[in-house]
């Protein structure tokens, strides 16, 4: 059976009472989380003026990560959908504010509040059906549509993920783009089993100067970007996307099907209440060049 918590149980029933004490008391865990904390916060690359940011903590758990934030001075918003971490995390006296929320709902919040948001290990939920009314798509869709009307423009979201295969990552990568991010994904020490970890770094607003992806880390501490990278491109990759919204599909213009379809818009006009005009031979007729 796979090792992996996500393919498992549903993130609120895998993490019971027991399972969530388990987590939050394991040293080996706190560390990993710490440094994986640790790098987001680099990545979402703060201005260092001093001043506190608001940031959210998206599948925050226990608090372990948002404990990080707190110790660089930054005020936090923690979400999650297990109400036995989030139990924890009150236990633990974090001093972020904490929602039980699922996000693959959406996120709720009010827009343009938030300065940052750093996600460990949750997102490459949202790619299971656990159950039968979830769609992953549309999931990811509410997901990324809200959170990119919570931040504010020019701000970043980074997500440590821990995708199951090159199809998911894609797929969680175009959620992102179509809901107006731009950026890509970053792989840290990507020769290294181990120590391999994938960060999507993604900016609010249209490309520009500022949402070039930051450089990855490799084994000797050096870095590269995929400018300067060589070799095995499939363990070394930086990806860089663009903000690409979905085309609205073009009105087919065979002959009958545009009647056909302003027929059944005037219809549906009509059920919801409003005054439509009758429906006559000369219904969605296309008008000469000249009378």
């Given amino acids: 059976m796979s090792s992996r918590p996500e393919l498992k149980a549903p993130p609120e ?32 690359a703060l201005p260092d003026d001093g001043v506190p940011r608001l940031l959210l903590d998206i599948g925050c758990g226990s608090g372990l990560s948002g404990e990080t934030l707190s110790e660089n001075g930054h005020q936090w918003i923690g979400l999650d959908i297990s109400p036995s971490m989030l139990d924890i995390a009150l236990e633990r006296e974090a001093e972020g504010d904490l929602l039980l929320k699922d ?41 990324f549509g809200s959170l990119y009307r919570c ?16 199809a998911q990552r894609e797929l969680i990568l175009s959620s992102a783009m ?5 950026g890509g994904v970053v792989v840290d020490y990507p020769h290294s089993s181990k120590s391999r970890k994938e960060y999507l770094v993604l900016t609010c ?16 501490e050096e870095s590269c970007s995929d400018d300067e990278s060589s070799g095995d491109e499939e363990n070394q990759t930086v990806c860089i996307s663009d903000r690409h ?28 209440g409003n005054a439509v005009p009758l429906d006559t ?5 296309k008008r000469k060049a000249r009378f």
């Avoid at 179509?178 to 731009?182: I, K, L």
């Avoid at 607003?205 to 000797?220: C, F």
């Fill in 151 to 166: 931040l504010a423009r020019g701000a970043r979201a980074v997500f440590q993920v821990y995708p199951e295969s090159l």
């Fill in 103 to 143: 996000m693959g709902q959406g996120l709720g919040l009010r827009s343009g509040m938030i300065d940052g948001a750093i996600s460990i290990s949750a997102v490459q939920w949202l790619c299971n059906a656990d159950k039968s009314s979830h769609e992953p798509r549309l999931r990811l869709k509410a997901f």
């Fill in 281 to 285: 031979k000369y219904t969605a007729r």
């Fill in 245 to 272: 919204r979905p085309r609205k599909k073009q009105k087919t213009t065979k002959k009958g099907k545009v009647r056909d379809w302003v027929l059944k818009k005037k219809e549906q006009m009509r059920r919801k």
């Fill in 13 to 44: 029933i895998f993490y019971d009472d027991v399972e969530a004490r388990k987590y939050t008391s394991s040293s080996r865990i706190i560390e990993i989380q710490a440094k994986l904390s640790e790098r987001a916060l680099e990545l979402l």
């Fill in 178 to 182: 179509r809901a107006g991010f731009a």
């Fill in 205 to 220: 607003g249209p490309p520009s100067i500022n949402t070039e992806l930051p450089k990855a880390k490799l084994e000797d």
